[in-house]
C-alpha cells in the first residue's frame, strides 16, 4: 500500500491526468483547479518534480521545436495515474466515513 500522498504531488498528478504541461503551466493549473487554495513556489514545484521522476510517476518529454528550449514538458506515466487513483481512492474513503459521522453533508444528486 502507498503511504498517503503530499497535497502537492497529489495536485501535480491531477494536472497531469489529461495533459501534459510545463513547470509553469503546472502551478498555474493548481493555483486555478483549487480557487487559489494551493500555490506552489517554482522551488516547491521542482523538488516535488524531482521526486516523482526518480519514483517514475512522471516522464520529461522531448520539448518540442517551437518552444523554448529551457522549458521542461511533463507527462504522467501509468505508475503515477496508478499512485493518483489509489489517493483519489483513500481520500474518497475518508471522506464517506465522515459522511457516515453526519460530519460532512452527503452530496445532492443532479
Known sequence: MTPPL??????????????DLHGYALIRDIETRTDGE???????????IKRLLDTG????LAVPADEDARRRIYR???AGRSA?????ERLARLTAQA?????LSQPRRA
Open 6 to 19: 503530499s497535497t502537492q504531488v497529489f495536485q501535480i498528478l491531477l494536472s497531469l491526468v489529461d495533459q
Open 57 to 60: 510517476w512522471i516522464e520529461e
Open 84 to 88: 493518483a487513483r489509489a489517493e483519489a
Open 38 to 48: 494551493l500555490r506552489l513556489t517554482a522551488s516547491t514545484l521542482y523538488d516535488a
Open 99 to 103: 459522511q457516515s459521522k453526519n460530519l
Open 76 to 78: 504522467l506515466t501509468r
